[in-house]
């Protein structure tokens, strides 16, 4: 069983403050501090360039660490080693993945997506159409028409398993196994799943799975992207954006690019290292916990957070799924001043985010949030509500970031 009151004990988290938004952006674990520590005071400032090589003491090994970190996150979807690597950003992963899989069925030119997916997802669906140049279409179906729209013209579905709004989850397993029955491939987007809920590549048959690390993870601001290739496609995935280091010998410096036949054959370019140690820092807070224990809290603790903001303000309306087994870990809230409530909120120092046009969320995350915080953020919630406190200029100014 995990033991959440001492997983909280592993994250930095300012006094005062209740941290709901860890769907956006996690807290710092101190491992990660310390790696990063490390890396600046110890091996960046002695090793140098000598930091690249593996295999002995003033050795680090950056060369290698983003297929090693890969496997860490394997661990938590379900992948086998040597199937998932990390590196770039996930925009630029949605991309790869999706190119290989165009690249797979030749004959159809259907990108089904859905009007829940996130933004960046489906622009670069829609730049990697105009560099293709091949008469691809995307289509963009409502959140519950996936499966109706799965037919045989369908390439790809690229598809968020939590949306990023509702919180809406969709199933892995079922819609795999519908696109694959029409010889579609999926590109299986866990943004909103890694580090939040059990998941599994592998059972569900998903051909291709790609996330973020900064989320549920707790990777850090810009920390790197991952990429999983089902094993049985990687000799036919077409790398799309070939670089040095996805190259079969990067250190031969050949003038042709020959894909490494590994799943090291998804790189670009130089990994960032500094990221990456955060990133393989944050990861040790896995090595405590159980996916399926992180599930069956966030279900509770989303359940109380319902039923709370029922009794105390029912003019927020549930945007989420009523179900808590089809959502995934952050709950969503609708008012028409949502984005003033969240700034009062903030100035209360809970922390909770926006997305427009009228979306207030709170993501549960219970490595490091407990009932007693939700308690807590309801009353102020109640509070600023009753006595109108949102209702001033400060809080009604829009920045750049939301
Ligand atoms: C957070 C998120 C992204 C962000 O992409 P970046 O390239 O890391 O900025 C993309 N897609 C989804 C579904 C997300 O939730």
């Known amino acids: 069983m995990t033991d959440f009151k001492a997983t909280r004990q592993l994250f930095q988290i300012p006094d005062g403050m209740t941290y709901l938004v860890g769907n956006s952006l996690g807290p710092m674990p101190h491992t990660a501090q310390t790696r990063v520590e490390n890396l600046m005071k110890r091996d960046w400032a002695n090793q140098i360039v000598g930091g690249w090589r593996s295999g002995g003491e003033n050795k680090q090994g950056w060369f290698v660490q983003p297929g090693q970190i890969g496997d860490r996150i394997g661990k938590l979807i379900g992948a086998p080693a040597g199937s998932t690597i990390v590196g770039d950003t996930l925009s630029l992963k949605v991309y790869q993945a999706l190119g290989a899989a165009l690249a797979m069925r030749p004959d159809r030119k259907i990108i089904l997506s859905d009007a829940g997916n996130f ?32 037919n045989e013209q369908v390439a790809a579905l690229l598809i968020t398993e939590v949306d990023y709004r509702t919180s809406q989850l969709h199933s892995m397993k079922d819609l795999t196994a519908k696109a694959h029955k029409v010889g579609a491939l999926t590109v299986w987007d866990l943004a909103h799943s890694a580090g939040a809920l059990p998941i599994d590549v592998t059972e569900t048959q998903a051909d291709f799975a790609v996330g973020c690390t900064y989320k549920f993870l707790n990777g850090g601001p810009g920390a790197p992207a991952f990429i999983y290739v089902a094993p049985k496609h990687l000799s036919q995935t077409e790398p799309l954006l070939a670089g040095w280091m996805g190259h079969a010998q990067p250190f031969d410096f050949d003038t042709e690019y020959k894909p490494s036949p590994t799943i090291e054959r998804m790189r670009v370019g130089t990994p960032p290292v500094l990221g990456m140690a955060a990133l393989d820092g944050a990861l040790d807070v896995w090595d405590q916990v159980e996916l399926s224990d992180i599930r069956t809290k966030t279900i509770e603790l989303g359940q109380m957070l319902v039923e709370l903001i029922g009794e105390k303000r029912p003019q927020l309306k549930l945007e989420s799924p009523v179900d808590p087994h089809k959502r995934g870990s952050h709950l969503a809230f609708s008012h028409p001043n949502g984005y003033a409530i969240v700034q009062a909120l903030i100035a209360d120092k809970i922390m909770a985010d926006f997305r427009a046009p009228d979306t207030i969320r709170f993501a549960i995350t219970p490595l490091y949030i407990g009932a007693e915080d939700l308690a807590y953020a309801v009353d102020k919630l109640a509070h600023i509500l009753a006595s109108d406190s949102w209702d001033k200029p400060q809080f009604m100014a829009m920045g750049k970031v939301t």
Do not use: C, F, N, W
């Open 119 to 150: 933004p960046t997802d489906l622009y670069m669906v829609q730049s990697l159409i105009k560099s293709l140049r091949q008469g691809h279409e995307l289509k963009i179906v409502g959140p519950h028409k996936i499966a109706e729209h799965l």
